[in-house]
């Protein structure tokens, strides 16, 4: 065997070898929740509508949710992405939902307010992935 040859098969092989160490593996959550519509008008949010809990800018067309602050201890978390019963993209958690709710989240429906009562208010499953933590850091 050539040295070319023998390095390019290495190589080959390295690659194969970490590509299966470095997979993403993620531990899977699911729950059922009530989900509501929310549109970004200052009514429905407080005076600053376009700006999330989180310090975001909602933007109209892009798939973003709210969450009850219960799902926080559950690994939903700012920018994770949900899969959502019925629908079939994802959606990035943007929002925190006022404290007073419990297993709920709100889809964002920019300004289209008939869009938002006509979904009014359902129970649905969602899904999403958390990282498991690594033992030797945490």
Known sequence: MKIGHFVIALCCISLNNCTNHTKDTCIKKTFQVTATAYNSLAYQTNSNPNITAFGDSLKPGLRYIAISRDLLDSGLVH???VKI????SLY???DKMNQRYRKRIDIYMDNDIKKAKAWGKRNVVIEYCIQPKDSITH
């Open 79 to 81: 920018n994770t992405k």
């Open 85 to 88: 019963q019925g629908f079939d």
């Open 92 to 94: 990035i958690v943007k």
